[in-house]
């Protein structure tokens, strides 16, 4: 009698922190997945190697989602299924990166605003300014007998 249990066996509600599906050296296809270890001490990968690339074949290298600590292998490969779904469709224009660049302007400015709104809101969280006096090259203050009384001497 033999009995065989399986070196990894799938659970779908296991938290996992990325998973790579995509291209490999070798002109293969993989499957990585890095999740927490057993001991829960560090982190390990799963690879799985896949069928080689046909000659010639061209579309999307890979897809590398990042999920963090609460994400579920399950949620992970939906959003994988769901790239794998969509046609894809090489496109590169100037536009796309004004398009990005407009994109992170108006995220920075909305920052920006909201922490104006919050300084507002609440006066104690806005940072102090300090106030810098940058002397001439050759100058510095000197103490003077009279206590809190400095003059400006040139050295």
Avoid: W
Avoid at 50 to 67: D, K, Q, S, Y
Avoid at 97 to 118: D, F, G, S, T, Y
């Amino acid at each position: 009698m033999e009995i065989i249990t399986p070196k990894y066996r799938r659970d779908p509600n296991q938290l996992v922190s990325s998973v790579y599906v995509g291209v490999a050296p070798g002109n293969r296809t993989v499957t990585t997945v890095v999740k927490p270890s057993a001991d829960r001490n560090s982190m390990e990968s799963v690879s799985t190697y896949g069928e080689g690339l046909p000659r010639g074949a061209g579309g999307r290298i890979g897809v590398l989602v990042l999920g963090g600590m609460v994400t579920t292998l399950d949620e992970m490969e939906y959003i994988i299924e769901a790239k794998r779904a969509k046609k894809f469709i090489p496109k590169r224009t100037p536009g796309d990166i004004v398009n990005m660049c407009r994109l992170l302007i108006e995220r920075r400015n909305e920052q920006i605003m909201e922490a104006r709104k919050q300084g507002q809101r609440n006066p104690s969280m806005v940072p102090k300014r300090k106030v810098r006096l940058h002397l001439p090259v050759g100058c510095r203050y000197v103490q003077t007998a009279e206590p809190g009384l400095k003059v400006l001497a040139r050295i």
